[in-house]
């Protein structure tokens, strides 16, 4: 539907049932909403009815609550720590890498649900400071609780939630599974003591909600905050290798070029955080790869005054669309916006673009927190993943993209792995 709009214009009103839509498709507006006057726009259209679904953790509230919210998290995620965390990141990659080295010969192998276990991986060791090797299921948790989320976004929360539709049941089971995780969690880090010394997530997390006057309340929120960061600080990165991994596939000579800047760059050896510099053209890679399928692929907005974006008039309540994926594609400001460049990225090629025409990750004071670690992921996993492995696409298989919250590859891409050099 967002590239049917996108179609009309830059600006376009679409009916949506008994709603109103307002979708912009040009830098400056996405400027406008996101950063300029982003106060006047909350969560809208959809993520205010996944709130049942996810609760109230950093991706779906608002004001106040938000603001101390992402004054808990943040320092997890300031430059010093991410440098630190480099060697985990780097560890979780080639023990990814192993993984895949041992379909080879074994027939076809589900990389997303592998790319899932190495972003649960990495999370597990550089924000909460354990492992979440123990937690097997909880990428089908997770699909579960973003099937319910979506469903909520499309029927605006008009069905109940007590209904037992199929989907419904199974994010009932979900929620019941991760309620479970959370408090496995929780209960795993007080015993380790140091809570609020250290700086990892969730020892920040629950010093948070200590001394809350009604427990309950406290047990909630770091519930919803936990269930908040386990699904999206793994499924954006998952989403952004796996759509990396495709289109290097389908451009062989895209693969060879990584290969070869890992080899010339790393040797042998892991990727420490200064070679995420070296690793510049895997990093264009990367970037293209997000700008075509980009993990944040829509933002809703309910504009909460009256506002004017670029020229047109916006009422209280109306619910504004930014999308990311049309805005990457946009003729305007991207040449051949369907064809797959790398060296659209590279230093001296980026020209003139307004800065708003690529926002793989949002943009504004809501711009996603964990960027920075999850770019480091992505550039990491794929030096390495070219630098001794190809994985190839199982021939008839159709890629598709699954808007969920973030941009998968519905069913998941299906690979056959061998091992280069």
């Not at 090797?133 to 909520?152: C, R, S």
């Not at 939630?161 to 408090?183: D, G, S």
């Not at 451009?251 to 890992?262: L, T």
């Not at 090629?349 to 927190?369: L, T």
């Amino acid at each position: 539907m967002m590239t049917a709009a996108a179609g009309y214009g830059d600006a376009v009103r679409l009916s949506l049932g008994p709603k109103t839509l307002y979708f912009f498709n040009h830098p400056d507006h996405a400027k406008h909403v996101l950063a300029d006057n982003a106060p006047n726009y909350h969560k809208g259209v959809g993520l205010a009815q996944a709130r049942r679904a996810l609760g109230d953790g950093l991706l779906t509230s608002e004001g106040e609550l938000w603001h101390r919210q992402r004054k808990v998290i943040q320092p997890a995620f300031q430059h010093r720590r991410i440098a630190q965390q480099a060697s985990a990141v780097a560890e979780e990659a080639a023990a990814l890498v192993e993984r895949l080295r041992g379909y080879e010969g074994r027939g076809p192998v589900n990389l997303t649900r592998e790319l899932t276990g190495l972003t649960l991986g990495v999370l597990g060791r550089t924000l909460l400071d354990t492992g979440l090797d123990g937690f097997t299921d909880l990428g089908h948790a997770f699909e579960a609780v973003q099937e319910q989320a979506m469903f909520e976004m499309i029927t605006m929360g008009a069905v109940p939630m007590w209904i037992p539709l199929p989907h419904q049941m199974r994010f009932r089971r979900a929620r019941v599974r991760l309620q479970r995780v959370v408090e496995q969690l929780a209960a795993q880090r007080v015993a380790r003591g140091g809570i609020g010394q250290g700086d990892d997530a969730l020892s920040r997390l629950i010093a948070s909600v200590r001394g809350e006057r009604d427990p309950r309340s406290g047990d909630r929120r770091l519930r919803d905050e936990l269930i908040t960061l386990l699904l999206a600080g793994h499924e954006t990165t998952a989403s952004t290798l796996g759509w990396t991994c495709y289109l290097m596939d389908r451009h062989p000579e895209v693969w060879d070029r990584v290969r070869e800047e890992a080899v010339e760059v790393l040797g042998d050896r892991l990727p420490r955080y200064e070679d995420l510099r070296r690793l510049s053209y895997t990093a264009t890679v990367v970037e293209e790869a997000m700008r075509l399928y980009p993990p944040v692929w829509i933002l809703p907005r309910q504009a909460q005054a009256a506002d004017e974006i670029g020229g047109y008039r916006v009422p209280a309540g109306a619910d504004v669309l930014i999308c990311p994926y049309t805005l990457h594609r946009h003729p305007d400001f991207w040449e051949a916006p369907g064809q797959f460049r790398p060296e659209r990225f590279s230093p001296g090629e980026r020209g003139d673009r307004p800065r708003y025409a690529h926002i793989p990750f949002g943009a504004g004071p809501r711009v996603c927190v964990g960027s920075s670690l999850g770019l480091m992921e992505a550039v990491f996993t794929v030096a390495l993943l070219c630098r001794e492995l190809r994985l190839e696409k199982v021939a008839g298989l159709r890629v598709a993209p699954e808007p969920m919250l973030s941009l998968g590859v519905r069913g998941g891409l299906v690979v056959t792995v061998r091992t280069v050099g």
